[in-house]
């Protein structure tokens, strides 16, 4: 069991994974707006990117731990804070009298403060949840076959994720039943894409610790999301 890695070591391979996770996750957040026929199922585009911070944040917590799993998930959630903040303030700039896309900017950039709200929310939930049940499924398996828990803490984060999106963002606008299929077609397409993307999380796993020489194990971490440690 290797745990070196001090609270206040960064290497260029941690920043790498940290820049590649907040990137993810903003860029998802913009394109998610334009709703995509994908195969033949009716998907905000933004689950092309999106499913990628999941598979980041199981790397981070699975080779560095989840204490710095929960600082990078904090830093995303900084980060998305102020490009929500940065994009209303551009929306909220009057336009050149001879630029005449504003509708069309505010319609594709700006979102409701439900929908915020509901995005943040659910990125909180899903995430923390997602890193919780790997770092113990983690210790359960004795570092043991990484797929059951890349795979398993994706089926449960991707869901809270997923639901807490969807219920607090439609509920009382779009019909229940509906609703259960929205977020049912959403975790599956999610989850098969992580399932999908193993292959590689096994090779970016086994490279970063080899060239950090880390393999955290979360024996004693305190989990709450809140702790600063």
């Known amino acids: 069991m290797k745990t070196r890695y001090t609270a206040n070591t960064y290497s260029m391979w941690f920043v790498l994974t940290v820049a590649l996770f907040v990137t993810t996750l903003l860029v998802s957040n913009v394109i998610a707006s334009k709703i995509a026929i994908i195969g033949s199922l009716p998907l905000p585009a933004g689950i092309v990117v999106f499913p990628i911070s999941y598979i980041v944040a199981d790397v981070l917590t699975e080779v560095y731990g989840y204490r710095h799993a929960r600082r990078v998930i904090w830093l995303g959630f900084l980060c998305n804070l102020i490009m929500v903040a940065a994009i209303m303030v551009a929306i909220w700039l ?110 970016v796993v086994g490279f970063l610790k080899r060239v950090e020489d880390v393999d955290a194990y979360d024996v004693d971490t305190n989990f709450n999301p809140l702790a600063i440690e």
């Not at 009057?94 to 409701?112: H, I, M, N, R, S």
């Not at 991707?158 to 219920?167: H, K």
């Open 94 to 203: 009057p336009p050149a009298p001879f630029w005449d896309k504003q509708e069309a900017y505010a319609a594709v950039l700006g979102a409701t403060p439900r929908l915020l709200t509901a995005s943040l929310i659910a990125y909180l939930f899903g995430e923390f949840t997602n890193s919780f049940v790997l770092a113990k499924m983690k210790i359960l398996t004795q570092g043991r076959w990484l797929w059951t828990r890349t795979i398993g803490s994706t089926l449960v984060g991707q869901l809270v994720d997923t639901a807490v999106f969807s219920t607090v963002a439609f509920v009382g606008i779009v019909p229940l039943s509906a609703l259960a299929t929205m977020i049912g077609v959403q975790w599956l397409a999610k989850t098969a894409y992580e399932a999908l993307a193993t292959p590689i999380t096994y090779l």
